[in-house]
């Protein structure tokens, strides 16, 4: 404003009272090329899933065999009180109510 008042001034150019910016440009990082030597073969398909331990004893056997040995031995605590039970049982005798 005060430039523009003074009449030798007006026709004189301004910049030497003008800020003067530096214009910064910002870098971007660079992206690395990836270099792959041996071209992958392309396959359309995903690869198979890993079998399953069931899977695998399904297919040996074993599931069933596991299975037969449950049931024929089946649980140690489960068997002895049943032993008890049957026991107890024959020397009490069959019910007299019958």
Excluded: C
Aim: glycine residues 4%.
């Amino acid at each position: 404003r005060e430039l523009s008042k003074d009449d030798r001034m007006k026709t004189e150019t301004w910049d030497k009272w003008l800020p003067h910016f530096k214009k910064t440009h910002l870098k971007r990082a660079k992206r690395k090329k990836v270099r792959r030597d041996k071209k992958l073969d392309y396959t359309p398909f995903p690869p198979a899933p890993q079998k399953s331990k069931l899977d695998i004893a399904l297919e040996t056997g074993e599931y069933f065999m596991a299975n037969k040995r449950k049931e024929r031995d089946g649980d140690p605590q489960k068997a002895a009180k049943r032993s008890k039970k049957d026991k107890h049982k024959k020397r009490e005798g069959p019910a007299d109510g019958e």
